[in-house]
């Protein structure tokens, strides 16, 4: 039997384009600019390299990105009974939230399991956006609807994110719009246009401060499919002068900054608890939301696990697979699972992300990962990792 | 910017490997077969190809072939309400189903829309299985039990076939199992276990006659992921004087025989009736179940477009790309599009499956198809192709 390939950044296999996977708006663009692999997530392919994973970081860390990030499908809700409704499929009390508002929130399911973690937007005349990750929703969220006897519509809308991300984010994305972004809040939205040239039609879309890393950035919910290549090329141009390159959601950066990977951290039995969420669930308000009385018992008894960092010892070679999860050892037995590891830059250290049993975590003894020439040690750490510079 | 690669049976993307997208129990093996690309299923990696497609066609009509599509993941249905809520979620009459039988079936939401064609298996114990094609109707299925109130526990068991497909099939898998499998109608099947060695427990899984081609064949539902492996193993090593091999999901033989490939054929708003589904669509049984009413309408209006088959003039080159729809037109007016292209060596001819206006289905005159060199003649033919020997 052949050997799987030793650890590497990203392990790839050759896969064969349908129909039933989706292209993006971005992706005619994407190939231009030398995407070189591709992930699929909510039946679409999304770009996860152009070749140079250590530029792409340096962009992201010091400069300015641009992600095609369409296949963050929304689940748009409208309708007179569309903010009970959307309560309704979330865990987080929402009674205060208000127009060009966003919040991070968990969708769950009667259990208390997480089965999505999205980008709540509540926009104008009384719709909301789901802004998802890779699980589909949409089933989900009709399904609820009808059967609860709920009068609102609920659709896939064609909205296709655009990702601007990094320190010089925000200088590029002001000098597209206009100097008032500056003061929109982390998750808070505008609606918006983007005027290309003056005999065009602006480009419709949604602009949101936003986005899957913690360098800052904003997220442009582009609202007309067939301009995403316009869109693209606007940013890019106007980019330039920033040093702006294409890039991905970033392994790396994410693991430092400790943001959650749903369906990749989580398995289909996590909860909220055990997920970082929290904090952003709230089983005690008055409305009633799915798997609230679940999530009242995980809360009170304490979640079994925890997400934690690990710091790894050595290179991390020989250890983890990027495809599959490896098992955590302490005293000869095993305590969690250890999702995702990556060299990072700025610790100088090999760091992973993993679910841990929570009095393992709280004792914060050292624990052991599996790897192809023996055990490894590691210590946990909470999330975010400390990077230098304080953030 | 960069064109898009010209006609050609696979287009290829490399993919990033990630726990996200789940490995099937097969997954070794196949790698070790020679398995060199493959599609995202249901969340699975699921092989398309060992890299010879003309050898994978040929045993798959000529002599015999093994697939790993565990990708087809089971949604089981227990529990003392079960028989209404899989009626409730399934638009075919299943009053007289008995254990032991499967049936192919629709599920539809509640604007009759399909959205998924799974074989439905009703297994001992008052258990069901929706045997299912790309979307995750866990979600759907776990929804609308709860809200409607069915006393039934909704799951996806750990179950992944293993499908034996082509004329020589039958004969290896009596010898595997038995000669009593030879009386097994279609659909139908039988929970058994296959021994391998006198020292090991018999690996339990449910054998059925089935398959996603016409050649004829059983899928093997192996109940235990952890072994994979041996009965890969034990199917390899009895079809060697059968001269089996490995392949997959046919694109050549399944447009011969009219396949439906949902999400690839259908679009999100097509109906069972535009998929060659309707006598499997029973709208006026007593039984409630989703999209009926809208169904019914359908049913009574006629539906608007037509699965068909295409017979299209010359080689196809330049034609259909494998990773989207091609537009049909006729008098200078789209009047469908063509969602699969391939050259069948039974036909000698480029053939296609398509859907297309009622009213142009109904008058069959002649079609054009685009290509990147102009339009190309094409006539419209029922489903499945005739093809030589009367098949």
């Known amino acids: ?3 799987p390939p030793k650890f590497a950044t990203l392990l ?46 340096d962009r992201l860390i010091n400069g300015v990105s641009m992600w095609d990030v369409a296949a963050e499908r929304q ?8 903010d009970a409704c959307v309560q309704y499929l979330s865990s987080r009390d929402l009674s205060k939230m208000v127009e060009g508002q966003g919040k ?4 769950c399911d009667y259990e208390g399991r997480i089965l999505n973690d999205p980008v709540l937007l509540k926009l104008s005349g009384g719709r909301y956006w789901f802004s998802l990750a890779d699980n589909d929703m949409l089933l989900w969220c ?31 994305v002001a000098e597209l719009f206009s100097e008032e972004i500056r003061s929109l809040k982390y998750f808070w939205f505008i609606e918006t246009s983007l005027s290309i040239a ?14 899957w890393s913690k360098q800052g950035g904003f997220e442009l919910f582009l609202q007309d499919g067939s301009r995403g290549d316009e869109l693209w090329e606007a940013v890019a141009a106007a980019g330039q002068k920033y040093g702006i390159g294409p890039g991905a959601p970033n392994a790396v950066e994410r693991v430092e900054s400790g943001l959650l990977s749903w369906g990749g951290d ?15 669930v709230h089983p005690h308000i008055e409305a009633d939301f799915i798997g609230k009385a679940a999530l009242a018992r995980i809360a009170a008894e304490g979640p079994k696990r925890l997400m934690v960092g690990l710091i790894v010892e050595g ?10 999860r490896t098992a955590i050892y302490q005293d000869g037995e095993q305590v969690g699972t250890l999702a995702a590891l990556v060299k990072s830059p700025r610790l100088g250290k090999t760091i992973g992300l993993g679910q841990v049993r929570t009095e393992v975590v709280e004792a914060g003894d050292p624990v052991e990962v599996e790897s192809q020439t023996g055990w490894v040690g590691a210590s946990l750490t909470s999330l975010p990792f400390t990077l230098p510079g304080g953030t």
């Open 1 to 3: 039997m052949r050997e």
């Open 12 to 57: 790839l296999v050759k896969l064969a384009m349908s129909p039933r996977i989706r292209q993006s708006p971005y992706y005619r663009s994407t190939l231009a600019a030398g995407a070189s692999a591709f992930t699929v997530y909510n039946k679409m392919l999304m770009p996860i390299t152009y070749g140079d994973l250590e530029a792409e970081y």
């Open 315 to 324: 290179d991390g070679a020989g250890m983890l697979m990027s495809d599959r």
């Open 266 to 280: 989580t398995t289909p039995d996590s909860s909220p608890y055990e997920a970082m969420m929290g904090k952003y």
């Open 75 to 82: 689940v748009q809700v409208e309708g007179p009974d569309a």
């Open 142 to 172: 009709k399904a609820i609807a009808h059967e609860k006897g709920f009068d609102v519509r609920v659709t896939e809308p064609d909205v296709s994110p655009l990702a601007v991300q990094g320190p010089k984010a925000e200088d590029l």
């Open 198 to 211: 003056p005999e065009t039609d602006p480009i419709p879309l949604v602009l949101c401060r936003s986005g």
């Open 104 to 107: 991070y929130i968990a969708m």
